[in-house]
């Protein structure tokens, strides 16, 4: 498993990939929170929070990672990489592991950028240091089990197909049935008491738990959950292509 997360790493870092996505991450995220005119602006909303960033990340992280993850065992079966891969002494189940410990670690640190945030929101603040650090310190929590989630489906869908745009079309798709799709459906309250039970199918529920500082363990619990299953699934469906 090691050895293929650091292989996986080096084909990341190793042609500039990661380090572009990190860049568009900030980028993107930059132009949001302090220049464009919108609800996320943080000069605008007048108070000192990031919530507006945890709100907008998980949008930008919905694309990100099946983009990140969509080469994972789609390019392997598209190059014929994957019969080598299973001629080594190593289990399917590590090289789906270490492949999504890869991913999720490129997720990882597209988070570290917002520390200049957090220091200028620090700063800003009236009087300086008014910040919210439980709800602060839950949110990027919730971010790094929610993004390991999204990774975990893009890993999934990579596993599904030998293309890698349909992957990233797939895992997208996923993510956004996951975290919106879902959530949206239970607002129209249309099956009554399943409703509740419909909202904790997705992902929205459990990461808004996080960003307001409460550390549920049946939240933490329910991501490493769908992980679990993700990977299983990919494990099974790499399996039957051996």
């Avoid at 050895?3 to 949001?32: D, M, R």
């Avoid at 869908?157 to 996951?178: D, K, T, V, W």
Wanted: charge should be neutral; hydrophobic fraction near 55%; glycine fraction near 8%.
């Amino acid at each position: 498993m090691t050895a293929i997360f650091k292989k996986e790493l080096w084909a990341y870092f190793g042609n500039w990939s990661a380090w572009a996505i990190i860049a568009a991450f900030s980028v993107i995220c930059a132009l949001f929170l302090f220049f464009f005119d919108n609800e996320s602006n943080i000069l605008e909303i007048g108070f000192a929070s990031l919530q507006s960033y945890f709100a907008l990340v998980p949008w930008i992280l919905m694309f990100i990672m099946p983009a990140i993850s969509m080469r994972t065992l789609a390019e392997e079966q598209q190059n014929g990489t994957l019969n080598w891969l299973f001629s080594q002494p190593l289990k399917i189940s590590e090289i789906v592991t270490g492949k999504f410990l890869a991913v999720w670690l490129i997720g990882a640190l597209c988070l570290i950028p917002s520390l200049v945030y957090l220091y200028t929101i620090y700063t800003l603040g009236v009087p300086q240091g008014n910040l919210d650090f439980g709800a602060t310190l839950g949110s990027y929590l919730g971010l790094l089990v929610l993004m390991g989630a999204f990774a975990a489906v893009g890993i999934l869908a990579s596993s599904l197909s030998s293309n890698q745009i349909m992957a990233y079309l797939l895992g997208l798709f996923l993510s956004f049935l996951l975290y919106f799709g879902i959530e949206q459906l239970a607002s129209y309250k249309l099956l009554g008491g399943a409703d509740y039970i419909l909202q904790n199918l997705g992902f929205y529920r459990h990461f808004m738990g996080f960003t307001r500082g409460l550390l549920d363990s049946r939240d933490l619990f329910y991501f490493l959950f769908v992980i679990l299953v993700c990977l299983s699934l990919a494990v099974y469906f790499v399996k039957k292509k051996k």
